[in-house]
């Protein structure tokens, strides 16, 4: 019976120690599986863009459908990768109001190293106007200060849109 015991007590010792290694590997598991997740949170980004043509495309589909004039932001990192799209400002017809403070605290809230502006013209006409033109100095101007490259500013109409850097107003 002595040898019985010594059998169970060794079964349940090397029973417990499997339960343990088990439970640690069941651990180490999912620490990686929860670190695997908080990087594709803080280091996934979405599709890159590489050239104005594929900027264009992506824009055309995010403000064609508008009544009235929005401007938006697309906040990309150092690989020219989306972070973030945002239609910061509704207007009117023909107007929006746009201020350079949200523009950059958005910014900074995606940590961004570009960004591309684009606003829609509901009337169609792709023309920029002096507001245009004065707004994108100002809004490169302040978000240079911060290291933050403005790579472009579309607008969006009837047709082809125009982009600034393309027509050398950038």
Partial sequence: MSMEVTMNVSEATLSAKTTRRLKFKQEQELIQRAITLLERRMFGRGRELKSPKDMRQFLQLKLARHKNEVFAVAFLDAQLRILAFEELFQGSIDTAAVH????????????????????????????????????????????????VRVLDHFIIGQGEPLSFAEAGLI
């Fill in 100 to 147: 350079a403070r949200v523009v950059l605290q958005r910014a900074l809230h995606y940590n961004a190293a570009a960004v591309v502006f684009s606003h829609n013209h509901p009337s169609g006409d792709t023309d920029p106007s002096q507001a245009d033109r004065t707004l994108t100095h100002q809004l490169k101007a302040l978000l240079a200060q911060i290291d």
